[in-house]
């Protein structure tokens, strides 16, 4: 047995680690934390302090029992999980639940997975720091009284099921008030001039442009007149030196932001990869707010670009972190070798790395230098002139490896980049064109997974650590949803003046097209306005930002976290309490006008199965009308005439093929319903505009698609794509096609083969079945599992041989067995819906213990 037991949280983490120790270490992981506050009860005594009632979950006492029977081996432990507050509270909870003891306890901190790194760490262990644990407590107990209080009023006020949390709701509230900003937008219309010169040799061209927009469209066309006879001439010609610097080196917020920009990733695959990429040894710690590099990171970029560039390439920079509430020292995120340009692994991986690498390495490089031309055209006829930009490179530097990428991005701001001709001052030009084009105003533009990521960090609100889950949870949720919307037709104006005339024309072109953008959907508006309306301290920027000041300030033993939760939480719960005692339900209701045909009003709110329309009240004598919302629609934005047209729905039309044909819209979206069978519309298709001709079209390409290709046993084999990739149906199963085969042309031994191993697989995925009780033990890809509902359980150690269940022990379990099994992990699985409730207070206490608080513990070690 190893004299050294070492602990990380990660196995991947522990594999790279122990390859570097010899063989007086054991390495394991914790996978994550090995406890947490129990559920079903809030597990905070308000009146105690906020003293934490913890509970280890099912499926970490197994590895709680190894980590026990090895700490008690070993000679030492090493607690080595990250260097942040979520790390030094996952070594906190290790001590605590292990039974860990201080003279045989090191904690160590290193923020890249090298051997030198590792080693260094073993040289210089320290004591587990309380107040970084005290901080994650801070946040994770008062993020679970806003959560536990919340959540109910919510349930009760505006719907069940629903939930709320302080940094998410305001993250809510961020692109709730920015959807808003771009309904309310008006947009202003302006015409803009731009002009293409010869300067007489061949090829030569200037474009140009005027500096100043005309707002009617007359003094744009009468612009154009006065030039059909003017001669032009170079006035002023100013040539200067430009530079441009790189930027920082990455941390979570900016290496988020670009990495959506430039490869496409959300934020929480970024962080994936990121880990992935950490615990292998490619990276530092990906969780910082630091722009800083180590002088041995430093000395490596330095050699690294004179090797690779040059001398002239490599200029040593610093960098000041610029966010108010940076915590740990941390490095900013770099390659942990210089000299590695890219890595293998998958391609995710690969690209994110490079980006890594790029960023880094060019933070250490030259700035680009660069000459800018300014041209000033004098025009005859009038008293304005046009400008013509251009600028040449003149070095590289930086730009070499690495662009930084904008949110702000605007194919036509890039068509100013120019590279001009040699021009003199005086030079006469010569016109080819001038056009004036109607241009309109911008709204404000929705976030981005990454946009957001930077507001959120500018004000100050979350932590590295937040940010990927706080943008998953709001979309989990249902509050927000991220995806494309196709844009709009508009028309505008254009005014050409060419070869001596001037002609007008109307164009169209396509404008509030969103790619990735995330928006509000209906619930997640009322929501909001609830929180905005009942609880604006949850909802408020500044105080969202000062709370997470507060944490700092415990992190830096500043402040004690009971009594910054003391000054929380007791106008907090005042106010949940009244407002659940005098707080109107909430469904976002807008009066929209009145039915001109019932004479009674129109309503549009959200109901319990999502957005709808009414017309009429509940205390009318007839009850009232209901139609659903398309997705396209929302409760904010929709018209009274839009919501009339939904009353239309369904509507039937004629007969086909002997059988009924109508068009409604139900909870999954348009359809065309054919007899018995639902049919649904094509994506972004109006079912209002389905005519009989349409519909036929529909129902004929649902009877193509429907069409056995092919039979088996004597039975049809059907084709078809879903959620998961292209399938075969035969016999009722569902057989995925793997991209080995040619889905467009199967052959009928592809068929079989592909029916053949499914048969077999779903023969030897059973071991027992209850169906009666909706309970199975089945055989999965990491295992053998128990299938209680939709529920996927584990099983555990055999408690008679502490081992793994053999095939023979599960063939042998009884119905009976299986429920206690279940019950392990599911206290309440066989309760009353009644009972439910008390069931799972009175099981989660019976299975916790109330820890102190660990200031109370630093108190006393003091």
Known sequence: MAKNLLIVESPAKAKTIEGYLGKDFLVKSSYGHIRDLVKGDMGIDTENNFAQTYEVPADKKQVVAELKKLAKEAEMVWLASDEDREGEAISWHLFETLGLKENKTKRIVFHEITKPAILKAIESPRTIDYNLVNAQQARRVLDRLVGFELSPVLWKKVKPSLSAGRVQSVAVRLIVDREREVNKFNAAAAFKISAKFSTGTARETVKAELPQRFEKENDAEKFLQDNIKATYKISSLETKPAKRNPAAPFTTSTLQQEASRKLGFSVSRTMQVAQRLYESGKITYMRTDSVNLSETALTAAANEINS??????????????????????????????????????????????????????????????????????????????????????????????????????????????????????????????????????????????????????????????????????????????????????????????????????????????????????????????????????????????????????????????????????????????????????????????????????????????????????????????????????????????????QFRLPFQLEDYQEKEVSVGVGRFGPYVKWGEAFISVPKNEDPLTIDYARAKEIIDEKITADAPVAHYQGLPVTKGTGRFGPFIKWNELFINVPKAYNFDFLSDSDIAELIAKKVEKEANRYIQQWPEEKIALENGRWGPFIRFGKDMLKLGRNPVTNEKYTPEDLSLLTLEEVKKLIVEQVPNAFEPKTKKKAAVKKTATAKTTVKKAPAKKAAAKK
């Open 308 to 645: 690779a560039y040059g001398s002239k390439y490599h200029q040593p920079r610093t960098y000041k972190t610029k966010s108010a509430g940076a915590q740990e020292a941390h490095e900013a995120i770099r390659p942990t070798y210089f000299d590695q340009h890219t890595v293998t692994g998958d391609g995710s991986e690969q690209r994110l790395y490079e980006l890594i690498w790029k960023r880094a390495i060019a933070s250490q490089m030259s700035e680009a230098q660069f000459e800018k031309t300014t041209a000033h055209i004098a025009i005859s006829t009038r008293p304005e002139y046009l400008v013509a930009e251009g600028e040449v490179m003149k070095f590289d530097g930086f730009l070499k490896v690495y662009l930084e990428s904008s949110d702000d991005d605007e194919n036509d701001e890039q068509e100013n980049e120019n590279i001009l001709p040699p021009l003199a001052k005086g030079q006469d030009l010569q016109l080819t064109v001038m056009q004036a084009i109607e241009r309109f105003s911008r709204p404000p533009a929705r976030y981005t997974e990454a946009s957001l990521v930077k507001k959120l960090e500018e004000l100050g609100i979350g932590r590295p650590s937040t940010y990927a889950p706080t943008i998953s949870t709001i979309q989990n949720r249902g509050y927000v949803v991220k995806e494309d919307r196709d844009g709009r037709s508009r028309s505008f104006g254009s005014i050409l003046l060419e070869e001596g005339k001037v002609s007008k024309s109307i164009k169209t072109e396509i404008t509030g097209a969103e790619k990735a953008k995330l928006f509000p959907t209906d619930i997640g508006e009322v929501v909001n306005d609830f929180l905005v309306e009942h609880f604006t301290g949850i909802v408020d920027f500044n105080f969202t930002a000062k709370v997470e000041k507060e944490f700092d300030e415990i992190a830096q033993g500043l402040q004690n976290w009971t009594t910054m939760l003391h000054a929380f939480y007791k106008p907090f719960h005042k106010e949940v309490e009244v407002t659940t005692e005098t707080a109107d339900r909430a469904n976002g209701e807008r009066l929209l006008g009145i039915d001109p045909v019932s004479g009674k009003n129109v309503y549009a709110k959200v109901g319990k199965f999502g957005p709808l329309v009414q017309i009429g009240q509940n205390d009318d004598e007839e009850k009232p009308k209901y139609a659903s919302l398309m997705k396209s629609q929302s409760v904010g934005t929709v018209t009274l005439e839009d919501a009339l047209e």
